[in-house]
């Protein structure tokens, strides 16, 4: 009853409205848009605003499973919490020259800016500053006994973004296990960077001691240790991850040499 | 007082009478938005791969057409004649945006799995094409029934062609929730020695335009009216 009343008063309010101003003007034109475009903003604002704890903690656990999975842990979005400070033992952030900057272990706070875990590497990648202003985070897992460092990558496909981590075993050349996403590749060609046929083509090979560290070649030419085969059709797509893992590579080699250093010394 | 009583007055439709039971029932047979006016196709063959991916495809379509219809039949009498499509639109991609949001909070694999189909939701033509063509000049009653009508109307599209698909392509079914089952027995599949091999063509879109195709096929021979001469 309530409420047909009051829809009753706000319909007779709108035809007096309807009657009084003229909806062809100019001028209420611009006023409709004006008010239109803040309301528009102001629901647009309360939702994001509300949703984006939720969202967070979704790409922080979705970022989780990505790293474990790198090196064949698998877990769900309900362990990934529990599971990853299991595995990951600490998690570094390195300058450019691969001295480590900040070390952490422990529980990820997604709030804490300094934690290595929330270093925005594709953010730093998009900012397109030089390697010398930005930090590079480094995970140092540990499975079966043995350490393994993940590496994050980001690079460019054919279309947009290209992402993923790559797992060097303890012995800092032998790849220890891949793992790649994209945003928007085409589907059947290079979207398969993220199918397990290719990540698997990484296990066991190793990186060569100059630049470049890694190929990744046309189809079936693949012969060496330092190289895997690319996707048929999806050659820019390859391209781009041979790129990104040389580029983000030559950084964290550097960090891999002075770890060697120090321990033969 | 008496503008009041005009507004008031009218002896009020039933919610089930024969002209509201045809915006609903119309859409899903021979007005259908995909079979008959050939709209949204785009979607109904890039979403329709699993059948889980249709559900939720269907349901925030359905969601945005409902919210855009009733929030433009409410603003009919406002919305300048000048500037309609673009508000439409707005409407429409704020409604989109939300859908997007939520989906990223609650159902992050699914958004996902989604990815950008979610954002082109924008330029499905059925929900522009109900707005222009129904909201802008009935009241927000009819105009849900409109949308309900033709959001159900795309959703069963989707959701037959996405079962016949995820059957004969992946040799299972999917539901929001439940993941996906596979109910065929591993060693029918000739990788295991058997007999049987999903048919890989199903996967890909072209696939689903035949479906759709097959289904207008049907409607067609069943319903002489809706041939073009």
Redesign the interface.
């Known amino acids: 009853m309530f409420f047909s009343q009051t829809l009753?008063?706000v319909?007779?309010v709108?035809?007096?409205?309807?009657m009084a101003i003229n909806?062809?003007s100019t001028g209420?034109?611009f006023t409709?848009?004006i008010i239109?475009?803040v309301i528009?903003g102001l629901?647009?604002a309360f939702?994001?605003l509300n949703?984006k704890p939720?969202?967070k903690k979704?790409a922080a656990?979705?970022q989780m499973i990505d790293i474990l999975g790198a090196i064949q842990v698998s877990t769900t979005?309900e362990n990934a919490k529990t599971d990853f400070p299991t595995f990951v033992i600490e998690r570094v952030s390195l300058d450019s020259e691969g001295n480590v900057v900040k070390s952490m272990s422990g529980g990820i706070n997604t709030n804490d800016v300094s934690d290595p875990f929330n270093l925005d590497v594709k953010k730093d990648y998009r900012s397109k500053k030089p390697a010398s202003e930005l930090n590079f985070p480094l995970y140092i897992c540990e499975k079966d006994g043995d350490k393994i460092y993940v590496i994050p990558v980001v690079g460019s496909g054919l279309w947009g973004p290209i992402w993923g981590y790559i797992a060097i075993a303890s012995d800092m050349h032998t790849i220890y296990g891949a793992k790649f996403d994209h945003?928007?590749e085409t589907p059947?060609l290079g979207a398969e960077i993220k199918e397990d046929f290719f990540t698997e083509k990484f296990k066991g090979k190793t990186l060569n001691e100059v630049a470049p560290f890694f190929k990744v070649l046309k189809g079936g030419s693949s012969t060496d240790i330092h190289s895997v085969d690319g996707i048929t059709g999806g050659t820019i797509t390859s391209k781009g991850v041979e790129e990104m893992v040389n580029r983000t590579l030559a950084i964290y080699l550097r960090y891999f040499d002075k770890q060697t250093n120090s321990n033969a010394k | 007082m008496s503008t009041e009583n005009s507004i008031a007055s009218p002896k009020r439709e039933s919610l089930f009478s024969k002209k509201n039971k045809k915006l609903l029932k119309d859409p899903l047979g021979d007005a259908n938005p995909i079979t008959i006016q050939v709209l949204g196709i785009c979607s109904a063959l890039a979403i329709t791969v699993q059948l889980q991916q249709a559900v939720i495809m269907s349901l925030s379509v359905l969601f945005v057409m409902i919210g855009g219809n009733v929030i433009v039949s409410m603003l009919r009498n406002l919305i300048p004649d000048r500037i309609r499509i673009i508000v439409q639109l707005v409407i429409i991609a704020s409604l989109v945006i939300i859908v997007d949001e939520v989906l990223k909070a609650y159902l992050p694999d699914v958004s996902e799995k989604l990815s950008v189909f979610v954002g082109l939701i924008i330029t499905n033509c059925i929900i522009m094409g109900r707005l222009e063509a129904f909201a802008l000049a009935n009241k927000p009653g009819p105009s849900v029934l409109d949308a309900i009508g033709n959001g159900l109307g795309y959703a069963w599209i989707l959701l037959a062609v996405s079962v016949v698909r995820e059957i004969f392509g992946s040799g299972a079914i999917s539901m929001p929730g439940m993941g996906q089952v596979k109910f065929l027995p591993e060693e029918w599949f000739i990788s295991a020695g058997g007999f049987y091999e999903n048919n890989n063509l199903m996967i890909l879109p072209p696939m689903a335009l035949v479906v759709v195709g097959v289904i207008i096929w049907i409607q067609r021979s069943r319903n002489k009216s809706l041939i073009e001469s």
């Not at chain 1, 709108?14 to 309807?18: A, G, L, V």
């Open positions: 009753t008063a319909k007779s709108f035809r007096i409205f309807d909806k062809n209420y034109t409709f848009s239109m475009v528009v629901a647009l939702t994001s949703l939720l969202q979704n656990d979705k979005r945003k928007t059947g």
